[in-house]
């Protein structure tokens, strides 16, 4: 009886032991997701996507979260838009992005996304999107490149290719019902071929049966 209560509290001490190191690891999962490069036509608007995974809900007291910009990986960040828990998404720096950059996110959704207008050239660079969700011990970071061009690449016109297509593919059909005609042709003429032969072979040796009858007859 003395031995199994002895197992029975070292058990206890051991589930306590292990329930103990995992409250204080906490949880570690946070990801940012967000695409690598951004292409923005000048002068248009382009939304910048970030959204995070996490072990736990959003408690918006705890939470934090960071937009910055830098022109070049060796500028210093700027940042432009943070996240108060009474005023929620707030953009700042008005002197670089003006009243252009706007939150087009869903805190319920993990959707930290923003849109940035009237996209200028000097709009390209690194934006990233920071983000602190507690009790998650890990800070999620994501990196984009915005990239400004004059105009965007036409899309492929696919009525040359459908055009060539058909052509080739009527062309190929017509070869192939070719090919089988003149085998087709092939075939019924050796058979008459044969036919004729054997017909011809039939006619010698008639003959020569009725001779043989003939005279085996008195």
């Known amino acids: 009886m003395v031995y199994r209560a002895q197992e029975r509290k070292t058990g206890v001490q051991l589930v306590s032991a292990v329930l103990l190191l995992l409250s204080l690891s906490g949880c570690s999962c946070m990801d940012v997701i967000v695409p690598r490069d951004v292409n923005a036509l000048n002068g248009t608007t382009v939304k910048i996507p970030c959204t995070f995974t996490s072990c736990y809900k959003i408690d918006f007291t705890k939470f934090a979260m960071n937009w910055t910009y830098k022109e070049t990986l ?16 707030v953009p700042l720096r008005p ?3 003006g009243e252009r950059v706007v939150f087009a ?8 996304s923003i849109t940035l207008s009237d996209v200028q050239p000097e709009d390209k660079g690194f934006y990233y999107c920071y983000v602190r969700n507690p009790p998650d011990r890990i800070n999620g970071i994501g990196e984009i490149q915005l990239h400004v061009v004059t105009e965007l690449a ?8 459908v055009a060539i ?9 017509l070869l192939i ?5 003149v085998k087709c042709l092939r075939r019924h003429q050796k058979q008459e071929l044969m036919s004729e032969e054997k017909m011809e072979e039939e006619g010698k040796l ?7 009858e003939g005279t085996k007859q008195p």
């Open 177 to 181: 019902l070719s090919m089988v005609v």
């Open 105 to 112: 996110g869903n805190l319920d959704k993990n959707d930290l």
């Open 165 to 173: 297509g058909a052509s080739v593919g009527g062309a190929l059909a």
């Open 206 to 212: 008639e003959p020569e049966g009725g001779t043989e």
């Open 74 to 89: 060796n500028d210093t960040e700027e940042m432009f838009m943070t996240y108060y828990s009474k005023r929620g998404m």
């Open 154 to 161: 036409p899309p492929r016109d696919s009525t040359i290719a």
């Open 95 to 97: 002197d670089r992005f």
